[in-house]
């Protein structure tokens, strides 16, 4: 049984006693195990950063950028080992892998433009013989928590723009899907990155809680579900820290009269299912404007999941595989039950599915519902699944209020070609990251990608400028060179007037 070790400068230390496994989604098999770290373990491991951190903070923001070019290059080089290591683990298609991987990638190259986003700000003759200027320097030591469902993309998301401001970064990932993460440190290393500046640590809720009680550790970053960003947030912030915890959703599509159906249904098909629809910009609620529409686009829908192909993720044929674990895939059935029995009408059931060959499997065939109602719970709650909702809507307004009203606000879509209702929708809808004919509208590295409500918890999203903000602390310095001679003293605190 091939076991997964922790990455802790110096070596993996003393042997596990606790032990997750990790399954073959396509298979339904145990193929490894990982080794949950200890608290003596996270312990060791931040005394290793807080001993490389200082040195690296003092390593200039352009030699900092070269790792970061040099990690770049290292990711190109080995995509396809990558892609097929997180595939095995995670279950989604080799090519949608090779996604995950690549929308990493992208804030890693924004991280190689650390040396222009760390510059500060400086006023001359703020004050007679008074200068002002600002810095953003590095927190020192802090984490990251990952989920499951993004092994390669979020670590990257968290660990690149927080090790080039010259942070020592500790990564947690999921238990299901750990060698991905694994693998990215050993990179890091070879593209000259100090030891003990990027390791990963294994574990479940203990050593989550071990990461937030920690003293030493700064700040945390997190990605997962809501209830879950809550509490990391909570308990994060009660121990002093800075703390980023994005949670769940329950995205939206409205679809307008007048969009183009046929390339609705195909973004459709691909923001619902893809992935089987475990992402978090997953697009598993489509809000058809009218009657008319939504029969148009329930005939359409039909036969385009017909032609869904579900399949192991080594399938260079299959739109998406299967889910992580039969755990996971035992929830999204129920929640499809619990939509039948809400009175939502079940137009395509995925329960059921098998492949030929892989019984054993943890597959999810397409599901589709129509007539679903906002007082419903499957509706409310984010089942994380290849199970795409119809609510209809008599009306823009009443479409408009669905996404607003919702406990989510990650992202949002609309389907239209009328300007002038793109525009309104997109300035009024109380949703974080808003498509316009784009179904998943996750941001560009450059850009920020963070949700509203219960979406998010904390004052800075994920990457971009934002990430630079969360990873560093302000420092501004007011100066003043005398010339010689001694001044009065000053007994009231000096003003500009």
Known sequence: MRQIEQFIAGGAGAAATRFGDVFNPSTGQIQARVGFSTTADLDRAVAKAQAAQPAWAATNPQRRARVMFN??????????????????????????AKGDIMRGLEVIEFAAGIPHALKG?????????????????ALGVVAGITPFNFPAMIPMWMFGPAIACGNAFILKPSERDPSVPVRLAELMLEAGLPEGILQVIHGDKEMVDAILDHPAISAVSFVGSSDIAHYVYSRGVAAGKRVQAMGGAKNHGIVMPDADLDQTVADLCGAAFGSAGERCMALPIVVPVGDKTAEALRERLIPAMAALKV????????????????????????????????????????????????????????????????????????????????????????????????QYGNGVCIFTRNGHAAREFASRVNVGMVGINVPIPVPVAYHSFGGWKRSGFGDHNQYGMEGVRFWTKLKTVTQRWPDGGAGDSAFIIPTMG
């Open 71 to 96: 990690f770049r290059a290292l990711l190109e080089a080995n995509m396809q080992e990558l892609a097929e290591l997180l595939a095995s683990e995670h279950g989604k298609v080799v090519a949608d």
């Open 121 to 137: 700000e400086y006023t001359e003759g703020a004050g007679p013989g008074i200068d002002v200027y600002s810095m953003r320097q």
């Open 311 to 406: 399949g192991v993720s080594a399938d260079p044929d299959a739109h998406y595989g299967p889910v992580v674990n039969a755990a996971h895939k035992q929830r999204i059935e129920n929640w499809i039950q619990t939509g039948v029995d809400e009175g939502a009408e079940l137009v395509v059931d995925g329960r059921g599915f098998t492949l030929q060959g892989h019984e054993q499997g943890f597959f999810v065939g397409p599901t589709l519902f129509d007539r679903v109602t906002p007082e419903m719970s499957a509706y409310k709650e984010e089942i994380f699944g290849p199970v795409l909702q119809i609510v209809r809507a008599p009306d823009f307004e009443t479409a408009a209020r669905l996404p607003s009203a919702h």
